[in-house]
């Protein structure tokens, strides 16, 4: 319910990914904040007053267990990047602060070596050009993490990816098209999903490969299109130009025509998974992954975080037979659920850490640290700091305020 004043018992759950990746080639290159600014959202909470408590802290909290003092906070950060070894655990570590970090035992980097880090450039943020921090985080650099109690490891799953649910044809894996499907690299090569950021694995998938319905992977029911119907469509792309045959204007209508001369207009055959195979495959999604990371960095892993928000109920009886605490709602989640004390402690409502504004379906620009600290104070009911919070809005996007 909206108030006019702060619901100091909500204990906001703000959402980042990567911190100083921006890199233009990568598809999710929106996902990563600056590292500029996430040191000025640091600085901003402290002198609000916000002091980060665990996930623990926080399941105590709502179950009632326990009570997380007023202006209580946690960050968490999706995926396991390298930057949140290299950045974001030198500034948080900085300001006094902590955070969890979920990550996919399938991308953590299999080396053993531990890399430098902003502690390294003596805390100087314009230096980070000077090392790496494209890629993920190895178990060293994780159990170092998660032994100083900077950023306490969770599990975001194994896989994190995509598979196809049904016959019908959606696009195609062409040189266009290729970076927005890198989860099909990773299913051709999973042993590669580490470096995906750092290596160009478009030729892991022959050009001309259907692309399927397809939906996110803890909740689909896979579809295993049939081998030699897509290696004949492959041969027929590869025949007329292979990656030459995408520079033709009109090769989406060849495409449809190899498709539709090769399948004879008739659904595509496959094989579908069975429900039975479906929850076998989920089960061990999330048993294993929680497992190895235990057994890598010697700890319990209770919560968990669905990768892309993918869940339905059937996940969510098999995290709880897997022995995870609690889960994170997926972050379009509309629902008026908050994380005060007496809700359901199984499920964690988020705040994305976003600075972009919108209106109209159209972008205008990006705010400062400040649209975020406006998030988490509107997410704790304030109708006072929602009005506050659109009219900054309005501010960015006639140029008066924010970052274009």
Known sequence: MMR?????????????????????????SHLSESAEMFESFLVRLHSQGYKTVSLQQLYDHMSGEGRCDPKSIVLVFDDGYLDNWTTV??????????????????????????????DDLAGKVEDLHSIEHRGFMNWAELAALDSSGVLDVQSHSMSHTWYFTGPR?????????????????????PERKPFYLSEDQSEFVPWGTPVFENEKSIIARRFSPDPQMVAKIETEVERQGGFEFFADPDWKDRYRKITSDITGDRPFPGDRESEHDFEERVRWELAEAKSIIENKLNKQVHFLCWPGGGVNATAKRLALESGHRSWTLPGGDASDKRNVPGSDATEVKRV?????????????????DILMLLDVMTHQNSFIVRRLRDLYKVSVALGLAGQR
């Open 169 to 189: 044809i959606v696009d195609c894996f062409a040189p266009t098209t290729a970076p927005t499907y890198p989860w099909m690299s990773w299913n051709a090569r």
């Open 4 to 28: 006019l004043s702060r619901d100091q018992s909500v204990v906001p759950v703000l959402t980042f990914h990567s911190v100083g990746m921006n890199y233009g080639d990568w598809t999710w």
């Open 89 to 118: 655990a030198p500034l948080l570590k900085k300001y006094g602060m902590l955070g969890a970090v979920y990550v996919n035992p399938e991308f953590v980097d299999p080396g053993t070596e531990i890399r430098p880090t902003l």
């Open 352 to 368: 994305p850490a976003m600075r972009e504004v919108v209106f109209f379906g159209r972008k205008w620009g990006h705010g400062s």
